[in-house]
């Protein structure tokens, strides 16, 4: 039996080209046979020029002291260009960064788009349109997104800049539970890039302008609290500090039964 000469295509980001020509060829290491699903957990994309992709972070040594890898350069950003190269989130620079170390360290922090620099070495992290919960359950705005148009097909080894994908499913509008390991901090820093706004305006948002009526000034004046010893009521009594359960879904998570209008994991 001959050996397949094509692999499964999927439904996820590619990049186009008008010339077969320009297609890399399908063959592999394997003998043309479909990768294990065990080593598929992500894909080249393409390949982008570096752009202002790997300039130093931006630190906020107030609000993120010793984080040194949460960059606020595209936070509040604007205009027509996308910020970092459409992968707006971190930036994490160390001696032989690999491609597996930057996929998990971007899946960690809830988001399934990774670029990699070589020269220097950083890693930076974006977030696809799938992944709804990365935008708050809005299309990403342009300036943040990644434009596909300007990725060309070459071999990873030839990329100055290489753009990558995961390669798995998605989980109710995020990627799998089973890869994250943030801490507030991080979802912090991750919606104030996404909205462009500060964590205590997000905060003002979720509470629905009512922070005032909450016990002792709410959550706020407790940061550490937790459990039930946070004072929450009335209106901040969702999980951690995001209020009453804002992140929605309308459709059920896989094995769900889709019995009702939407959804919170």
């Given at each position: 039996e001959r050996p397949a000469t094509s692999e499964p295509c999927t439904c996820g980001l590619?990049?186009?080209?008008?010339?077969?020509?320009?297609?890399?060829s399908t063959e592999s290491s394997s003998g043309g046979r479909p990768p294990p699903v065990e080593e598929a957990l992500w894909e080249l994309?393409?390949?982008?020029p570096v752009g202002d992709?790997?300039?130093?972070?931006?630190?906020?040594?107030?609000?993120?002291?010793?984080?040194?890898?949460?960059?606020?350069?595209?936070?509040?950003?604007?205009?027509?260009?996308?910020?970092?190269?459409?992968?707006p989130f971190y930036r994490l620079e160390a001696p032989g960064l690999s491609p597996?170390?930057?996929?998990?360290?971007?899946?960690?922090?809830?988001?399934?788009?990774?670029?990699?620099?070589?020269?220097?070495?950083?890693?930076?992290?974006?977030?696809?349109a799938l992944n709804t919960e990365a935008w708050h359950g809005r299309a990403p705005k342009p300036h943040m997104a990644l434009e596909?148009?300007?990725?060309?097909?070459?071999?990873a080894e030839?990329?100055?800049?290489?753009?990558?994908?995961?390669?798995?499913?998605?989980?109710?509008?995020?990627?799998?539970?089973?890869?994250?390991d943030f801490r507030e901090v991080d979802v912090e820093y991750r919606d104030?890039?996404?909205?462009?706004?500060?964590?205590?305006?997000?905060?003002?948002?979720?509470?629905?302008g009512r922070k005032d009526e909450l016990p002792d000034g709410g959550v706020a004046s407790d940061p550490d609290a937790s459990g039930?010893?946070?004072?929450?009521?009335?209106?901040?009594?969702?999980?951690?500090?995001?209020?009453?359960?804002?992140?929605?879904?309308p459709k059920a998570p896989e094995g769900v039964p889709d019995v009702w209008e939407d959804y919170t994991v």
């Amino acid at each position: 039996e001959r050996p397949a000469t094509s692999e499964p295509c999927t439904c996820g980001l590619e990049v186009c080209e008008a010339s077969p020509k320009a297609c890399p060829s399908t063959e592999s290491s394997s003998g043309g046979r479909p990768p294990p699903v065990e080593e598929a957990l992500w894909e080249l994309v393409g390949c982008s020029p570096v752009g202002d992709f790997a300039q130093p972070a931006m630190v906020d040594e107030t609000r993120f002291r010793h984080e040194a890898t949460l960059d606020m350069a595209c936070f509040g950003a604007k205009g027509p260009k996308p910020c970092r190269g459409g992968l707006p989130f971190y930036r994490l620079e160390a001696p032989g960064l690999s491609p597996e170390r930057c996929f998990y360290f971007c899946m960690s922090k809830g988001l399934d788009l990774f670029g990699l620099a070589r020269d220097p070495a950083v890693c930076r992290c974006g977030a696809s349109a799938l992944n709804t919960e990365a935008w708050h359950g809005r299309a990403p705005k342009p300036h943040m997104a990644l434009e596909l148009d300007r990725l060309s097909a070459r071999g990873a080894e030839a990329c100055e800049l290489s753009v990558y994908r995961c390669a798995g499913a998605f989980e109710a509008g995020a990627v799998p539970e089973g890869y994250w390991d943030f801490r507030e901090v991080d979802v912090e820093y991750r919606d104030s890039i996404a909205t462009g706004k500060a964590f205590d305006e997000l905060f003002e948002e979720d509470s629905r302008g009512r922070k005032d009526e909450l016990p002792d000034g709410g959550v706020a004046s407790d940061p550490d609290a937790s459990g039930f010893d946070r004072p929450c009521f009335p209106d901040n009594c969702g999980p951690s500090f995001y209020g009453p359960w804002n992140h929605r879904e309308p459709k059920a998570p896989e094995g769900v039964p889709d019995v009702w209008e939407d959804y919170t994991v």
